[in-house]
């Protein structure tokens, strides 16, 4: 929205020599128009945020003036993709726009000779989209380049030698392949590497925003931060081993492990940390599990 300044107004509205009426008309009706459609949008913001704090949701995930659709080779991908195959008619027209829209908003880029096909876009594409399926704004403004490589990697932003990173100056998400492939194939328990660093992009970006999904998301991140501060909580994590041994690196770590859990042993998290299944949950109002 742009403001116009009190003097424009004079100048428009009050000056001596005549305006054109249709033209005077047409200027006060735009203003008044943006005026009262930044009171109506402050007041639905904060509304939705009091909405927020006693239901733990939005007031609306999915609203779309149109749907895009995928060309039919992509599609080809979704149809064997699990977390969509579980979805009702209405909600797979949805995940197919939102997939659309992350590949024309994404930029992928392969390193090391390593070929981008149809194939590895949709596998990101779609983890991405399963991930944030339940965030009313899931294109992240500071993720918008897919970097690949054959395998591990020399990271120049770390020093090390890396499968996975998330770059959020230069707005990256940096994969070994082989190595998502391993999470996405379900071939370690409870470890996904796109999960994990799709997390930390989710997270980076709740604490640079303020749009309701990021509010939910760090809200509850900071509700769950304060659950963990009881000893036996911890001690229990701990002892149950439901987490490996990274996820205890810092609190980003902790987090990212924790939904990696989440999405690949969902029953198993809720069997034996209900509350922390239910943060997670909030978090990413992700709530297909329950269905």
Known sequence: MYFLSLDILYLFLYQ?????????????????????SICVYYVLRYLE????????????????PSIKKLPAHLQLFLEEHDFYKSLDKKRKKFFVHRSAKFLEATHFA???????????????????????????????????????????????LNQTENIGE???????????????????????????????????????NSIKNNDISSEIFYDTFLELEKYLGAVEIRQKIVETKILREYAFTDKFEFIAVLVEVFMESP??????FPEIYEYVKQMLNFRYFDV
């Open 166 to 204: 998330f770059n959020p100056r230069s707005k990256a998400l940096v994969l070994s392949w082989k190595d998502f492939q391993k999470g996405n194939l379900h071939q370690e328990k409870g470890k996904s590497l796109g999960i994990h660093e799709l997390t930390h992009a989710i997270h980076h």
């Open 267 to 272: 029953k198993e998290l809720e069997q034996t």
């Open 16 to 36: 001596e020599e005549p305006v054109n009426p249709v033209f005077r008309t047409v200027l006060g009706v735009i203003i008044t128009v943006s005026i009262v």
């Open 49 to 64: 945020t009091i909405y927020v704090k006693y239901y733990k949701k939005p007031y609306y995930v999915h609203f779309y």
């Open 110 to 156: 392969g390193r090391e000779g390593l070929v981008i096909d149809d194939f590895m876009r949709m596998q990101v594409t779609m983890m991405v989209i399963q991930l944030t399926f339940g965030m009313r704004h899931y294109l992240l403004e500071y993720l918008n380049t897919i970097v690949l490589y054959p395998s591990s990697f020399y990271s120049i």
